[in-house]
């Protein structure tokens, strides 16, 4: 079955670092992928959809590559801020209605 | 603000009863979506709903059963309900019917607490 690995650890970076998120997958081949960022007792906010025909897609202080060989994303928020502390998702396509997501990454940034 | 709004947002039940769980979608979107998502997970998903039919489930029993409407906005009911049904129930609406790579507006979800 489909497997999205994302790290278990919440990551602690400082303010203005970038920080980086990785989502890993098993047996499948999505055609695109997505990341989210949810709060705490909030539902999931897109933040950006990346193609398999696309490495890298960029929005403001985010950056996302997508390497279907390695079968990994990759999600980076430069100069990262204390208000970008959130769980972050990776959500990958199974082939039209299902989206499956992993159990996202915490991210703390301190000031 | 998503424009996506569910009610409640809390609910304890107890153990064997019923719940309806309600999702009004954003405003020219025919897909809603419906996910579970335990503490400390990501969202599971339920089932789908395009133009007023089902066209796709995830793992989920059948005790788990949903409606959409003609105005799009949706409900989740779930029967005879157990403590491992606890957790934040997630709706979502888009505009991607069968295509699955457009952007999903999820409403701020209902803790279900089953005692």
């Known amino acids: 079955s489909q497997k999205i690995e994302q790290n278990s650890e919440a990551l602690n970076i400082q303010e203005g670092k970038t920080a980086t998120l990785t989502c890993n997958y098993t047996?499948?081949?999505?055609?695109?992928l997505q990341w989210y960022r949810q709060d705490p007792g909030r539902g999931p906010v897109f933040l950006l959809l990346?193609?398999?025909?696309?490495k890298e897609k960029r929005k403001e202080r985010l950056k996302v590559t997508f390497d279907t060989t390695l079968k990994q994303s990759l999600f980076h928020i430069t100069a990262s801020q204390p208000a970008d502390s959130a769980t972050y998702l990776c959500?990958?396509?199974?082939?039209?209605?299902?989206?499956?997501f992993g159990a996202g990454t915490r991210l703390f940034v301190k000031a | 603000e998503t424009g996506v709004t569910q009610s409640p947002t809390h609910l304890i039940k107890t153990r064997g009863q019923q719940v309806t769980l309600r999702c009004s979608s954003q405003?020219?979107?025919?897909?809603v979506s419906w996910y579970q998502q335990a503490l400390g997970q990501g969202p599971q998903f339920i089932f789908q709903?395009?133009?007023?039919?089902?066209?796709g489930r995830g793992n989920f029993p059948p005790r788990f059963s949903g409606l959409q409407f003609p105005n799009y906005s949706s409900e989740l009911n779930v029967n005879a309900l157990e403590l491992d049904d606890s957790a934040l129930y997630l709706c979502?609406?888009?505009?991607?019917?069968?295509?699955?790579?457009?952007?999903?507006?999820f409403g701020q979800g209902t803790r279900l607490t089953v005692v």
């Open positions: 405003s020219g979107h025919n897909t």
């Open positions: 959500a990958l396509d199974t082939g039209g209605f299902k989206t499956i």
């Open positions: 990346i193609r398999e025909n696309e």
């Open positions: 979502a609406s888009s505009q991607g019917g069968l295509k699955g790579d457009t952007e999903a507006f």
């Open positions: 709903y395009y133009r007023e039919e089902e066209n």
């Open positions: 047996n499948y081949s999505p055609a695109y």
